[in-house]
C-alpha cells in the first residue's frame, strides 16, 4: 500500500520560491508515474506537472517555465520546484500516484502567494 505526504507549502510573496515534497512509502513508487496537482477555492482540481518512471515530464502550460518536477528513487519522494510564483498559483496542492490502477492521493500542502 502505497501513501503519500506531502510538504513544503507556505506563504510566498509574488516572485518567490518553494519547493514541494511528496514522500511516498511502498517500493512501488519508483515504478510508478507521479504527479503535482492542484486546487483553487472554488475551482477545480487540475493537473501541474507530472513524471513517469523513466523520468519524461509533463506541465501545464500554465506553469511551463516556471516549475520543475523531479523524483528521487533513492529516497522514495517526487519534489515541484516553483520558481516565479504567482497570486494565481495559490491552492491546495496535491501529490498522486495510481497503483495497481487505483488512484493514491496525499493530505495536500497549502501554498499561498501574496502580490
Known amino acids: 500500500q502505497v501513501q503519500l505526504v506531502e510538504s513544503g507549502g507556505g506563504l510566498v510573496q509574488a516572485g518567490g520560491s518553494l519547493r514541494l515534497s511528496c514522500a511516498a512509502s511502498?517500493?512501488?513508487?519508483?515504478?510508478?508515474?507521479a504527479g503535482w496537482y492542484r486546487q483553487a477555492p472554488g475551482k477545480q482540481r487540475e493537473l501541474v506537472a507530472k513524471?513517469?518512471?523513466?523520468?519524461?515530464?509533463y506541465y501545464a502550460d500554465s506553469v511551463k517555465g516556471r516549475f520543475t518536477i523531479s523524483r528521487d528513487n533513492a529516497k522514495n519522494t517526487v519534489y515541484l520546484r516553483m520558481n516565479n510564483l504567482k497570486p494565481e498559483d495559490t491552492a491546495v496542492y496535491y501529490c498522486?500516484?495510481?497503483?495497481?490502477?487505483?488512484?493514491?492521493w496525499g493530505q495536500g500542502t497549502q501554498v499561498t502567494v501574496s502580490s
Open positions: 498522486n500516484t495510481v497503483v495497481f490502477e487505483k488512484n493514491i
Open positions: 511502498g517500493s512501488l513508487f519508483s515504478l510508478s508515474t
Open positions: 513524471i513517469t518512471s523513466g523520468d519524461n515530464t
